[in-house]
Nanobody, 128 residues
Framework: QLRLVESGGGLVQPGGSLRLSCAPSGFTLGYYDIGWFRQAPGKEREGVSCISSADGSTYYADSVKGRFTISRDNAKNTVYLQMNSLKPEDTAVYYC?????????????????????WGQGAQVTVSS
């Protein structure tokens, strides 16, 4: 079964850091744009950061710009989201998604529909 698997979530204090990983099962990430999305309790899922397969270009939501870094290691078939200076409002379930459509990378983060694969989600809780 083709799917994505997230790992690296957990509980962290405000100001702390976490690194999420997204790895595929049954396919190669190198041909896909990859995005991280999150859904906080009572809120809609939103795009956080996306990275292009073609040129490595990236997009960040304003709420995480300067604190989060997305990267991909095609040799390890994994995409990462390094999250620094975490805030309580970053608490959410974080999902990764893969998309094979050729489009500006922000467009991937701006929509929840049409992505080829989703992961099951990883809980991130920022609390003292």
């Amino acid at each position: 079964q083709l799917r994505l698997v997230e790992s690296g979530g957990g509980l962290v204090q405000p100001g702390g850091s976490l690194r999420l990983s997204c790895a595929p099962s049954g396919f190669t990430l190198g041909y896909y744009d990859i995005g991280w999305f999150r859904q906080a309790p009572g809120k809609e899922r939103e795009g956080v950061s996306c990275i292009s397969s073609a040129d490595g270009s990236t997009y960040y939501a304003d709420s995480v710009k300067g604190r989060f870094t997305i990267s991909r290691d095609n040799a390890k078939n994994t995409v990462y989201l390094q999250m620094n200076s975490l805030k309580p409002e970053d608490t959410a379930v974080y999902y990764c998604a893969a998309d094979s459509e050729l489009q500006p990378i922000q467009a991937m983060c701006d929509t929840l529909i049409g992505h080829d694969y989703w992961g099951q989600g990883a809980q991130v809780t920022v609390s003292s």
